[in-house]
């Protein structure tokens, strides 16, 4: 069964590094979503890729963040610097529909600790 | 301001019996509403979804209720399974966009 790709699965950091994480979607879902999920709370969206043009980033701190999708495969999310309030989980998801009540398939996540 | 609230962080329920979680939101331009399932250190996986033009949607063991006017939906699960124990995240969407998430209801079956 097709899956989405996510890597690394943990990664432990000092504040002020940098970290990034990478993400491939199931072959041919063109929307990729990037969400964290801080501890007791639900996911909140990052950003939203229609294969490679961001679709909504309004939630992204684009002072810190940044993501892109090249070639509208895979994809990166960076943080530079990484602060102590960036320890979540950074999930990826892909969806062959743009919005429309269409599932969406979650890869395992990326654990963050800054410490 | 939250547009999807789970208001029960935590529940409870003996094998066999039903559980019931519980959903509102705020928004009345969503028009489809999924529940996921988080088991620890993975990923939500889907579970069932209802659309705004329906009251109720069944798979298997889960029913989702919809109340558009009380702007309010529920996950009936009969029988509740130790399996069944997890996170469960009410999700909403308009018609195109980004799935909006609740904060999540941990469920706890005892055999």
């Known amino acids: 069964e097709a899956e989405v790709a996510q890597s690394p699965r943990y990664k432990i950091t000092e504040k002020s590094q940098a970290v990034a994480f990478w993400c491939d979607p199931i072959?041919?879902?063109?929307?990729l979503y990037w969400y964290r999920q801080i501890l007791g709370q639900g996911p909140e969206l990052l950003v939203q890729?229609?294969?490679?043009?961001?679709?909504?980033d309004s939630q992204l701190p684009k002072d810190r963040f940044s993501a892109e999708r090249l070639k509208g495969v895979d994809s990166t999310l960076k943080i530079q610097p990484a602060e102590l309030g960036d320890s979540a989980m950074y999930l990826c998801?892909?969806?062959?529909?743009?919005?429309?009540?269409?599932?969406?398939?979650f890869g395992e996540g990326s654990r963050l600790t800054v410490l | 301001d939250q547009q999807v609230k789970q208001n029960s962080p935590s529940l409870s329920v003996q094998e066999g019996r039903i559980s019931i979680l519980n959903c509102d939101y705020t928004?009345?331009?969503?028009?489809?509403f999924l529940w996921y399932k988080k088991y620890p250190a993975e990923g939500p996986t889907f579970l069932i979804s209802?659309?705004?033009?329906?009251d109720k949607n069944e798979d298997g063991r889960f029913t989702v209720f919809l109340n558009k006017s009380a702007k309010h939906l529920s996950l009936h699960i009969v029988p509740s399974q130790p399996g069944d124990s997890a996170v469960y995240f009410c999700?909403?969407?308009?018609?195109?966009?980004?799935?909006?998430f609740g904060k999540g209801t941990t469920l706890s079956v005892s055999s």
């Open positions: 072959s041919g879902h063109a929307t």
């Open positions: 890729f229609q294969d490679e043009s961001v679709v909504d």
């Open positions: 928004n009345s331009m969503f028009d489809y």
């Open positions: 209802i659309s705004s033009i329906k």
């Open positions: 998801a892909s969806s062959p529909t743009s919005g429309g009540g269409g599932e969406l398939f």
């Open positions: 999700a909403a969407s308009g018609l195109v966009g980004a799935l909006i």
